[in-house]
């Protein structure tokens, strides 16, 4: 694997872990199951049958559980301990056979992106829990669905266009972000009846 696709690989499958981290594991060790893809030996193992099996349980799990308004916000809050560090050892294992400080930067970088959708992520859809109806809260999460999906891909087909497009989503997340927060501190201020700042 060139050191592009490695890359692509690493930051890929971190940002998409701070989404949908299960899908990530099985489409990943799925693939390399079928001989589709071959992954660097520090995530060889995702394609083996128990994490296989978990990897899917835990993936329909997730699929039920975050089309379910405020619980799929619950479910964001436990998953902050899970997602970011997972993702974090997805970019390590992705650079296997590298020397150990790239190993170290591309496991901070990973880290990083992997926290900042994350909480893009939690940020957005407990803002949208608070409206009435649940087809706001289907729709995001069957559009987080299908952008993994096509990342997955994307990476995997045309890794320099993944990070092209991974590039354009960081900046994006890092204009939205304070804004997301902003806004979930003005529900919350609303909630408990203190005035709430002009957003």
């Known amino acids: 694997?060139?050191?592009l696709s490695q890359t692509a690989l690493a930051l890929g499958l971190a940002w998409a872990s701070g989404l949908r981290l299960y899908a990530a594991v099985f489409i990943a060790g799925g693939l390399q199951r079928l001989g589709v893809i071959t992954l660097p030996p520090g995530?060889?193992?995702l394609s083996?049958?128990?994490?296989?099996i978990a990897s899917f349980v835990m993936f329909v799990c997730?699929?039920?559980a975050d089309k379910v308004p405020a619980f799929d916000t619950l479910w964001d809050a436990l998953h902050t301990f899970v997602r970011i560090p997972a993702g974090t050892l997805l970019a390590w294992g992705a650079f296997d056979g590298q020397p150990p400080a790239?190993?170290?930067i591309v496991a901070l970088a990973g880290g990083t992106l992997?926290?900042?959708?994350?909480?893009?992520k939690?940020?957005?859809r407990a803002l949208i829990n608070h409206s009435p109806e649940p087809f706001s809260n289907w729709v995001a999460s069957l559009t987080e669905d299908?952008?993994?999906?096509?990342g997955l891909w994307l990476l995997h087909a045309h890794p320099l266009a993944f990070l092209v497009v991974l590039g354009l989503f960081v900046l994006a997340a890092a204009w939205l972000l304070p804004k997301l927060w902003r806004g979930l501190r003005w529900v919350f201020r609303a909630l408990v009846g203190r005035p709430a700042p002009a957003l």
Request: aromatic share 10%; proline share 0%.
């Open 122 to 124: 939690a940020a957005g």
């Open 48 to 52: 083996h049958d128990w994490v296989l």
């Open 62 to 64: 997730e699929f039920v």
């Open 146 to 150: 299908f952008v993994v999906l096509a």
């Open 43 to 45: 995530l060889a193992v």
């Open 102 to 104: 790239v190993r170290a």
């Open 114 to 120: 992997v926290a900042g959708t994350h909480l893009t």
């Open 1 to 3: 694997m060139d050191l």
